[in-house]
């Protein structure tokens, strides 16, 4: 997303696929196929297209609910048993309580007390 945004906006300025490929891979590496596909499709009105795959369906809105209504039972619960339970990867279950649930992990601090004898 990055780099198609930068190609952009030197396509906007009037720089050729050449020229910005070579600014570009200065900064970071990209592609010379990369620049020149974007240029293409800058040239021709279609960068904002839908894109053909399969829709995601982990974070629909039924396991969205299933979750909030696992951690509300107990918000200790384990990503590893939820992502078992509702048959989907981590990184979706964590998505969903990050992204979509806005739920932080609270940090816990412990500080180990030191044993005196008034203590004892």
Not at 14 to 34: F, I, N, P, Q, Y
Not at 71 to 94: G, H, N, Q, T, Y
Not at 113 to 118: A, G, M, N, V
Request: aromatic share 6%.
């Amino acid at each position: 997303m990055e780099q198609r945004v930068k190609i952009k906006f030197c396509f906007k300025l009037g720089r050729t696929a050449t020229e910005t490929h070579e600014m570009l891979v200065k900064v970071d590496a990209v592609s010379k196929k990369c620049a020149f596909e974007w240029f293409k499709r800058f040239r021709n009105g279609k960068e904002d297209e839908p894109r053909s795959g399969r829709p995601p369906t982990s974070t629909a809105p039924d396991n969205i609910e299933r979750v909030r209504r696992m951690l509300a039972d107990d918000r200790r619960l384990p990503l590893r048993m939820i992502a078992e339970e509702l048959k989907i990867s981590l990184d979706s279950v964590s998505n969903i309580i990050h992204e979509h649930l806005k739920k932080r992990a609270k940090k816990v601090y412990a500080f180990p007390t030191l044993l005196r004898s008034s203590n004892v």
